[in-house]
């Protein structure tokens, strides 16, 4: 917002125009341009003052870095200033924000003769952001300027306070102070921190197609020190544009080593703001050109529907109905909240946005229920519409439910253990050719680390769908998630405790008349739960079940242990409970757990093991087995009963609210039971939770969440052999997941169990260090792969022999270590004694056997012996195909490594053919983010380039080099190897382009 006028400051000529074209001058013919750069100057600057750097010595000239420096990284654009007068301190204009950015969409529109043919990207300086954000959304909402937004290929705020600024007051009261010399505080009041008006224009904002993917929000690290403008140094300082205000939602952001007021002026070409500011400038006029092509081809498809076309008529099955529970029978009151959720997350409620809209409310106050019911008055007054229910309590349940909802759409390869099943799901459901109508339901958005990201995994909100036909509603008991979730504060609905009418109906649903006959205490009661909906309901069935009275239950209740009640309402406040929010539900559920203990030991038992585990979605085949099935039945009775557990509708698991999850689990620990407990817990475990392969990945992908919970508490359990075994398993599914980090961070962790208990001689410490060797080898790390290889094979000849097949898999991934490394001869040498050795042992047509004969073809190719390579390489495939298929891994890297020799012969046709189909076999059989298919996607890509086919294969690059950063991370030797191979690429296509000239 700063208000960045001096003393020296140029004024505006009303006779210069709008918009003025910097680069290339007006006069120069000869460069071509096909791209806008346009930039919008800050409040109280201009065009001539906002962008130059001025020396303070005078010994340089000034830099004005649009005309100066910005052309030798965009050589072909033409980069424009927009002219307005922003002034606020003196002889200032009457106007506001949204005045300014409508002046700005018809500017642009009028400079362009009335149609914006080419692609543009704007930067705006603080205020300069806001007219550019509005004036899109003015633009999209604006049938004659739509084009405007479309051909926005790229945004680039400098420190735009889109949530406003916390030196506001300060702007107002200097406003106030100049008011003599004319000054204006229109502006300035719309930049008040958290202004209503800016919240909802983020959103407005949020949702314009494709935007949020081209903006890339810088924001500054220092204080600024207005005093200094004055020579009164520290008088007036702050933090003017805070990052979360700088950053819109959902959007890239980067730092800047500078205060406001320097944001947007660069000394020169190596000044470390202008770097980081024209990388991402210089990337996103790269890719212009496809995102304009992208976004014309959805606009003819749905031009093409609108039209009939029956090419574009996509089946849609359904409607689908994937809600876990049954209908709450016992739902009292919430009408008004009902109705009002009706109004915004029908399908019909918004024809032009996917509506989002969250129920926030404290744990416990019925938020799940609330969604539940209306998801039902939704499916009965809409039932063309199809309804999906997630938790999103963690990773893994999060993946499972789309992956559910995945198998209920048919999209194909949902079930082949692919890593990337939110993203298909999310594409689906995003499809603007698709007619169905959804309602798409996420409970328990509470934490902002797994919605918003961290180090360990993308961001859930990453993953949510965006089509006009559909409606989100999320569940939330922490506003700050809704808020970054781009919610407005009117879509935002608060549920509190009941009113006492019907918190007085709810109790009194399963009671008789006698216990509730007592009006006094009946009241007091519901004053003592605060008519928290969880709290009255467990009560309600508690005393359904002893059938005492309202007034003996809170009886028991102020007789509670105080201290352990004290104890308990601190854990809560922990999980974003308000300061100062009473916490009795706390003393109802340990009274709960007392009765049950004494009355029901095995729904205590019950109760007990599934607090250890996950909240969502718990198999009841992880319970420890009872003596009697009658017992274990009634022992779910009493816990679903008292509302600690609620049954899923569709298969038998549970889900376990979470407070009541934390009070059971601390209510173990105060009577000395944890260890005891856990341990139990882990020895359930690893008898349900089998070996994960692709066979049995039903059973344990619907397990690892609850396994990965348990093992949170492995410090209580003293039997290392058995976490040793559940870590190993964990480690195992990760990597079959595609999850290499924490696979290679669950295998650290047995490696130190190991220690513990022998060391290379405890039995499986070969295994562990091969299947770690395998890991780091997909990491990248090939040096620590060889060395933990040669481990491996030492340990396990000398266990198992050098014949054993573990021996000589372990034989075989050493010699691709060795391949990966450059170490090619050495790499035949093995494979040619190994597959001497296997055909012997194993046979001719055994998968290891195969498996080491690629390994030959690999290490001759790339010592230039290509012929002998090809008839190794189609040997080898034909014998896989035959053995294990056409669409078996093995079988695609066969055929992977016979399309590389072919093209390495120069027989491009074939090697096209056979590459373009081993790409849609990997994309369907193990997903398009899997290492291997990314290393085809770049086969494939110099297969194209060697034929002089350069824009294809840049994209292609592209595209891999995008892929490779995002699952592999930008300094994998990989990553680095697939950015090099573009630079080449270019650099061949641009000496084809000088040599056809």
């Not at 933090?239 to 730092?255: H, K, L, N, T």
């Not at 999320?474 to 879509?491: D, H, M, P, Q, Y």
Request: proline share 4%; charged share 25%; hydrophobic share 40%.
């Amino acid at each position: 917002m700063a208000a960045n006028q001096e003393t020296a400051e140029p004024q505006l000529p009303p006779s210069r125009p709008p918009l003025e074209v910097l680069y290339p001058d007006p006069k120069d013919k000869s460069t071509e341009t096909y791209i806008d750069i346009i930039a919008v100057h800050g409040l109280g600057s201009s065009v001539d003052w906002s962008w130059t750097w001025r020396d303070k010595s005078g010994q340089s000239p000034p830099v004005h870095w649009l005309r100066d420096l910005l052309p030798a990284i965009v050589p072909n654009a033409r980069i424009i200033v927009y002219n307005y007068d922003s002034k606020w301190h003196s002889n200032a204009p009457k106007v506001r924000l949204q005045l300014c950015a409508e002046d700005l969409v018809q500017s642009v529109f009028a400079f362009c003769g009335g149609r914006v043919h080419r692609p543009v990207i704007f930067i705006g300086h603080s205020l300069g952001g806001l007219v550019i954000q509005h004036g899109l959304v003015h633009a999209h909402s604006t049938e004659a300027y739509t084009e405007l937004p479309r051909r926005t290929v790229g945004f680039l705020p400098l420190g735009s306070p889109f949530l406003g600024s916390k030196m506001h007051t300060f702007a107002n009261r200097a406003a106030q102070f100049m008011s003599l010399s004319g000054s204006h505080r229109g502006i300035i009041d719309e930049l008040e921190l958290n202004n209503p008006a800016l919240v909802e224009k983020i959103e407005e904002f949020c949702q314009l197609p494709d935007m949020t993917a081209v903006t890339r929000c810088f924001f500054e690290l220092y204080e600024t020190d207005y005093g200094r403008r004055f020579r009164i140094p520290g008088m007036v300082t702050g933090m003017v544009v805070s990052e979360d205000s700088a950053c819109v939602p959902g959007c890239e952001r980067f730092p800047l080593q500078t205060d406001h007021l320097k944001l947007n002026k660069y000394s020169g070409p190596n000044d470390r703001s202008f770097l980081s500011v024209s990388e991402q400038i210089r990337k996103l006029y790269a890719n212009a050109n496809a995102v304009v092509h992208q976004r014309n081809t959805l606009k003819s498809l749905w031009s093409l529907k609108s039209e009939g076309a029956e090419l574009l008529q996509v089946p849609q099955e359904g409607p689908h109905w994937l809600v876990p529970f049954g209908r709450n029978e016992g739902f009292v009151g919430r009408k008004a909240m009902i109705e009002q959720l009706l109004e915004v997350v029908a399908p019909d409620a918004s024809t032009d946005n996917c509506q989002r809209t969250a129920i926030e409310g404290l744990g416990g106050v019925g938020k799940t229920h609330i969604a539940l019911e209306a998801a039902f008055q939704v499916r009965d007054r809409y039932p063309d519409c199809s309804i999906f229910w997630v938790p999103a309590v963690g990773v893994t349940s999060f993946e499972n439910a789309y992956r559910e909802i995945g198998r209920r759409l048919g999209i194909e390869g949902i079930d082949q253990g692919r890593p990337d099943v939110t993203e298909l799901v999310r594409d689906e459901l995003s499809r603007e050719d698709a007619s169905m109508k959804w309602l798409l339901i996420i409970d328990n958005a509470d934490d902002t680390e797994l919605l918003f990201g961290n180090t360990k995994h993308i961001p859930l909100s990453e993953y949510l769908p965006f089509n006009k036909n559909g409606s989100i509603l999320f569940t939330t008991r922490n506003r700050e998630a809704a808020v970054k979730l781009g919610i407005s504060e009117k879509s935002i609905i608060k549920a509190t405790g009941l009113s006492s009418s019907e918190a007085l109906e709810m109790l009194q649903m399963n009671l008789g008349e006698d216990q509730v006959g007592d009006a006094e205490s009946t009241t007091n009661l519901l004053d003592f739960l605060t008519n928290l909906p969880l709290a009255i309901k467990q009560a309600s069935a508690f005393m359904a079940t002893t059938k005492i009275t309202t007034a003996r239950y809170l009886d028991m209740c102020q007789q509670s242990d105080k201290s352990t009640i004290k104890m308990l309402s601190k854990d809560f406040k922990d999980l974003g409970r308000y300061k100062g929010t009473k916490n009795p539900i706390a003393a109802t559920w340990l009274i709960s757990f007392d009765i049950i203990t004494r009355d029901h030991p095995l729904a205590s038992q019950y109760l007990q093991f599934l607090s250890f585990l996950g909240e969502k979605d718990i198999p009841a085949a992880l319970l420890p087995p009872a003596d009697d099935e009658i017992d274990a039945e009634e022992a779910i009775g009493i816990l679903k009963a008292y509302a600690f557990l609620s049954q899923r509708q569709e298969r038998q698991s549970f889900d376990i609210h979470r407070l009541v999850r934390l009070a059971m689990r601390n209510w173990v620990e105060e009577r000395g039971e944890r260890e005891a407990c856990v341990t139990s817990v882990m020895k359930r475990l690893d008898v349900a939770f089998p070996f994960p392969n692709r066979g049995n990945m039903d059973i344990w992908l619907v397990c690892l969440p609850h396994v990965q919970a348990a093992l949170e508490f492995r410090e209580f359990v003293t039997d290392i052999p058995l976490k040793r075994g559940l870590l190993f398993n964990v480690a195992v599914a990760q990597s079959d997941l595609g999850k290499f980090t924490q696979a290679e961070q669950s295998y650290q962790e047995v490696f130190r169990l190991e220690e513990l208990i022998g060391g290379e001689d405890h039995p499986g410490s070969s295994h562990t260090v091969h299947n770690h060797a395998t890991v780091l080898g997909y990491l990248g790390r090939y040096e620590e792969a060889e060395e933990r290889h040669r481990k491996a094979i030492a340990i396990m000849t000398k266990e198992y022999g050098k014949e054993h097949h573990d021996t000589l898999l372990a034989m075989n991934n050493l010699a691709l270590d060795l391949f990966n490394r450059g170490k090619y001869k050495e790499s035949e040498e093995l494979s040619r004694e190994l597959i001497e050795l296997e055909e012997r042992v194993l046979g001719k047509e055994d998968s290891v056997t195969l498996d080491s004969k690629n390994g030959l073809g690999n290490a001759l190719a790339l010592q230039g012996r290509a012929e002998e390579a090809e008839v190794i390489f189609r040997e080898t495939l034909k014998l896989k195909e035959k053995v294990l298929g056409k669409e078996h891994f093995a079988t695609l890297t066969s055929r992977n490594n016979l399309a590389s020799i072919l093209k390495m012969q120069k027989k491009y046709k074939e090697a096209e053919r056979l590459q373009r189909q081993t790409v849609k076999l990997k994309e369907k059989t193990i997903g398009r983010e899997h290492p291997d298919t990314i290393g085809s996607l770049s086969v494939l890509a110099h297969i194209i380039g060697a034929q002089g086919k350069f824009q294809e294969a840049e994209q292609m690059h592209r595209r891999v080099v995008e892929l490779m950063d995002k699952v592999m991370g930008s300094e994998h030797p990989l990553t680095v190897i697939r950015r090099n191979d573009l630079e080449k690429l270019l650099y061949d296509k641009a000496a084809a382009e000088v040599a056809a000239d």
